[in-house]
């Protein structure tokens, strides 16, 4: 059973930053990729960007050159910059059992993400 805790929402102004960091504890072992989800209102939930063990990434058109992932073991980050209000949503974190196209199998409980002035 793996648990993934997130941290790190809230409520910034637009062009401000913010980081997302979601832990993941259990049985967490072999190829694991983790990253992040966000579903805005009204929305389908989407990708935002991944990241795998050995550090390949990717990210959704709309956040590359603002977000970095980074990951340090189990503990995945998310740098985001020069945000946009349209990055407000509740951001989701993941893991998935494989490579970075992996199938989500575990969520966190997601966390809320606001751009406005």
């Known amino acids: 059973q793996v648990q993934l805790m997130e941290s790190g929402g809230g409520l910034v102004q637009p062009g401000g930053s913010l980081r997302l960091t979601c832990a993941a504890s259990?049985?967490?072992?072999?190829?694991?990729?983790m990253g992040w989800y966000r579903q805005a209102p009204g929305k389908q939930r989407e990708l935002v960007s991944a990241?795998?063990?050995?550090?390949t990434t990717n990210y959704a058109d709309s956040v590359k050159g603002r977000f970095t992932i980074s990951r340090l073991k189990n503990t995945v980050y998310l740098q985001m910059n020069s945000l946009k209000p349209e990055d407000t949503a509740v951001y989701y974190c993941?893991?998935?059992?494989?490579?970075?196209?992996?199938?989500?199998?575990?969520w966190g409980q997601g966390t809320q993400v606001t751009v406005s002035s």
């Open positions: 990241i795998t063990n050995d550090g």
């Open positions: 259990g049985s967490v072992f072999g190829m694991y990729a």
């Open positions: 993941y893991g998935a059992w494989g490579d970075i196209g992996a199938r989500p199998a575990n």
